[in-house]
Structure formats: C-alpha cells, structure tokens
C-alpha cells in the first residue's frame, strides 16, 4: 500500500505533535492568559499600507490606524471615523464631519487637515484612489473637524473607494506622517485605531506587540463585518511569526497560541478532530494566480504570456497543496462565484491544460533560451508548492525555468525590480487575493493594466484601461456587460495567470470567539477568549 505524504503527516501529528514537536514559544513565555491573544500570521516587513497591498500590513493598519468608511458584512460602506456626511443635489460635492473623541496615539485631536492630506497620499498609489483625486476639483478642510471633496463629475463609487478593505488601504495618518511622499515609507506607527503598536516589544521576524487603545472610542452600533463598534475586549494581542506549520499547530493544541491565520491544508482533519481547535471556513474564497514581468524577455511578448495561460492546469496546480474537496478551477477575471463572473473569452482553459499549444505559442513569441526566473517564498507553503510545480512544467515544455528561493519579505523586496533577471529582477511570482477582491477593478491594482505606473508585472493594455475607466460610472446591470468586455480584452493581453481557486479555512482555540470573517485581513478587536 503507498502512503501519501498528506497521509504521513497525519499519523505523526496524531500520534503526539503536541509534545514531540519543540515549541518556539514553550522556551519563551508560559500559556497566554485571559486578556492576550496569540495570532500567528505572516511575516510583517512592510508597517506603512500605502506602500503595500499585502494582507500583512493591511490587518497592521486595520488594528492601529482608522478609516473614514468601513465596509459591513455585506460589504456596504458605513460611517467609521465619520460622524455626519452629505453629498450636495448635483452629487458633485460631498460634505463629510468627523465623530466626537478622535485621537491619535500621541495624545493629540485628530484633525480634518490629516484626513485630507491621508486622502492625497494614498491617491498617488492606489488606482481608487488616483480615479479620486484625478476627478477632484479639491479636496480641501472646511474647519477642524469637516473637509470636502469637490468633484468635476458625479462618481458613485467614492465612499466605496473609501471603504476599500483591498490594500492600499485608505487609512488616515497624522498630517504630518502623510505629508511625506507615497514612495517614502512611513516609520512611526502612530495612528488613532483601537490598539496602539508596541515599539519596545518589537522583534523583527518573532513576535510583535499590540496594545488596547484605551483612549479609543468606538462607535455606538454593534459590531457588524469592519464596521460599527471597534470593541476590544483584550489587553494585549500578540503577532507570532512561526514559519513552520508543524510547530504551529503543536502550540495551537498545547494553548500555547490562540489562532492560526492559514494552518497547513495537511492538518485540517486534525484540527476538526480535535475538540479543542475549529477551522473558520472564511467569507471569500482564495484565488492564486501568477504575475509575470511583461518589461521583460520573454514576457514583453504577448504570446508568450498567452503559452503559460494556456499551459496552466490548474487542478494539479492547487493539489499540490490542498485537498480536492478544497479546490475548483477558475476562468473569470472576476472570480468564481461574484456578481461579475462570466465566461467570456475563456476557451483558452482545458482540463490539464494544454503543453502542445503553450508550445507552439513560445515558438511563435521567438523564445529563445531565456531564463526565467521564478520566486520562490519557501516560508509560504502553497506558493512553494505551486512555485516547483510550475518550474518543472516549463522545464518539460523546454522553458529555462529557475527557482529564486526567499522569505516572502524578500519576494515582496524583488518583486519592485523592473529590470532583468541579469540585473537582480524577476519573471514570475505566485500570489493571492479573495474572491471578493476581484469584484473592484477600480479599487483593486491587481486588476489594472496600466503599464510601469500599475501592480508588479506592469501589463499594458489602453483598451482595457478605457474599459475599466467606465466602471466607476454606471450601476451594476451596466457593470455586468462592461465585465464581459473587459474579460474579452484581458484574455487577449494576459495581465494575469489563474492558477485555481481554493477554500483556506483559518485554525484557532474554541475559547477565542468574537472573530470577524471578512476577506483579506484579519481583525483584532470584538474577540475575547473564555
């Protein structure tokens, strides 16, 4: 009888993980007590969320920054930092008051001339919010707690935008931090959200700290999705930095740690097993998908770009990682199961793809031997995973396919390099986002293709970008036509690679309740443990 590796690892865990696994904790500090929270989640190296769109930072910024609008749990924008707001007859000048008891963390007001310059900066990176500024006649302060954005047309969209949970973020920052230019990271972590960032209990690459904001004052609704009340009901939460899955899940069974943001797909039968854990099936489904350098050889040709979409199959793609029951193939550009999801331009997909036609396309792009490097994160398994099986297919169909391995903070540092892979760049990473992500090509980078001045890989395609400018101006029956469009357009140039879609449930203590289930970031307030 053969053993499968998912098999194997069952049996060993079962059979004691708890005590036969070292724990990094165990050393350090005894079980958490009842006002601290230990999470472990992905590496954080980037603090400022304007600079990024990882997950990462934007759960960093939803715990110490705020925002003007948050999105409920039907994902509708609702009054966060603001109290009172008002969007004139020809809906081009909207109003907005900032609520009592606003503070940042150094003790001083929050003030409508920080808003407007947060606005300002986040507009020069995020596509959301470039559409904003890019319409605006002025977004200016009235007094020290209004400020207006004059519009040159109407835009609907605009508290959407503003309630982007999508990074960038548009969080608001003290004046003084959002003076500083967009590329400029911003150091200080000083925002005006329920915890405070705790500098002395920092360690890079470990642990870091976050503090209740005991100055904060949430609003007076329940807590519903990102919105209403930001009730934290703990002192103290904790941010684990603990690479391997197996030492994890150990110290998730021992109480150690509270909760695991992505536990390995191989333990899921014993977290649902074990009467202490329970996986939380998320509000939106994970789809992966490749980038590729499209400034460089051999990605700046189109067909080749069109060989690694044909060339993809995808069931065996998101296997190497997750169960079958976990996974599904995708053709959307706007993902599986979303009001957008449409099936047009998609003949390309074929049930284990197809390496005679990715063939045929590289000889008629000129490949010519080029190598093409693909990074590698070997602390994130799925894309370690997806990563050699990809290097190994493009091998077979004669790609001089090789892998670059590093952290995720390091993929997240190269993957900026425009240049060769001769001088330090890269042709390919593997990345994710949800579902839902996938539902705002106005507001989401991922989905735009506006050459150097877009998301990493810097696909250029006018016709596309005219269609998506349309977006942000008609209502959702006229979004759903002008999808099919855009999704006709995008399989033509290829911005992006699907490489499948996947349940990815999150593992914590049955004691830790209170966790808010919303897609690409993991909120730290209304949980308690019992």
């Known amino acids: 009888m053969t053993i499968s590796r998912r098999e194997m690892i069952k049996v060993g865990l079962a059979a004691g993980a708890a005590v036969s696994i070292p724990s990094v904790l165990r050393a350090q500090t005894a079980p958490t007590d009842a006002r601290t929270v230990r999470m472990v989640m992905g590496d954080l190296s980037i603090f400022d969320p304007i600079l990024t769109t990882e997950i990462a930072t934007v759960t960093h910024g939803l715990a110490i920054y705020d925002t003007l609008f948050a999105l409920d749990s039907k994902f509708m924008p609702q009054p966060q930092m603001v109290g009172k707001w008002g969007v004139s007859e020809d809906k081009k000048l909207f109003t907005f008051e900032l609520r009592d008891g ?4 150094d003790g001083t007001p929050v003030n409508a001339a920080d808003c407007v ?9 995020d596509p959301g919010g470039q559409l904003i ?23 609907g969209v605009l508290l959407d935008l503003l309630a982007k949970v999508a990074g960038p973020v548009p969080f ?15 150091t200080a972590n000083i925002g005006s959200g329920p915890f405070k960032f705790s500098k002395a209990l920092a360690k890079p690459g470990a642990s870091f700290t976050y503090e209740r904001n005991e100055k904060y004052v949430p609003r007076g609704e329940a807590s519903d999705g990102l919105a209403g009340g930001k009730v934290v009901k703990v002192d103290r939460v904790i941010w684990e930095i603990i690479a391997d899955q197996q030492t994890a899940l150990a110290a998730l069974q021992s109480g150690e740690i509270d909760y695991i943001e992505s536990p390995s797909p191989d333990h899921y039968s014993i977290i649902e097993s074990d009467p202490n854990l329970e996986l939380q099936i998320p509000k939106s489904n994970q789809v992966f998908f490749m980038r590729m350098n499209c400034l460089q050889k051999p990605f700046d040709s189109v067909k080749a770009r069109q060989a690694m979409l044909n060339l993809v199959d995808q069931e065996a793609v998101m296997r190497t990682t997750y169960p079958s029951e976990y996974i599904r193939t995708i053709t959307s550009l706007f993902g599986n199961e979303t009001l957008y999801s449409n099936d047009e331009n998609t003949g390309w997909f074929k049930k284990g793809g197809d390496p005679e036609k990715a063939k045929q396309l590289l000889k008629e792009a000129g490949y010519a031997g080029e190598k093409v490097v693909i990074l590698d994160p070997t602390d994130w398994g799925a894309a370690n995973n997806m990563a050699q099986l990809l290097a190994a297919t493009l091998r077979k169909v004669g790609v001089n396919a090789e892998l670059a391995p590093s952290d995720w903070g390091g993929l997240v540092a190269r993957r900026a390099n425009k240049g ?11 990345t994710s986002e949800s579902d839902f992500a996938r539902t705002d090509p106005v507001g989401n980078p991922t989905l735009s293709a506006n050459g150097e001045n877009g998301w990493y890989g810097w696909p250029k395609n006018d016709e596309y970008e005219a269609l998506r400018a349309k977006w942000a101006n008609v209502d959702t029956a006229e979004r759903k036509a002008l999808a099919r469009r855009m999704q006709q357009e995008y399989w033509n140039f290829v911005g992006t690679v699907l490489l499948g879609e996947a349940v990815s449930p999150t593992a914590s203590r049955k004691a830790l309740t209170g966790l808010i289930n ?3 970031c ?4 209304n949980m308690q443990k019992s």
Do not use: C, Y
């Open 117 to 125: 310059a947060s606005i300002r900066r986040w507009g020069h990176v």
């Open 172 to 186: 608001m920052m003290r004046e003084k931090d959002a003076d500083r230019a967009a590329t400029e990271q911003v």
């Open 133 to 155: 500024v890019a319409r605006a006649k002025d977004i200016a302060k009235k007094d020290d707690k209004t400020f207006t954005i004059a519009l040159k047309e109407p835009m």
């Open 102 to 105: 606003l503070g940042w963390h």
């Open 420 to 430: 060769s892979v001769e001088n330090g760049g890269w042709s390919i990473f593997i």
């Open 522 to 525: 993991t909120p730290m307030w």
């Open 518 to 520: 919303m897609p690409d």
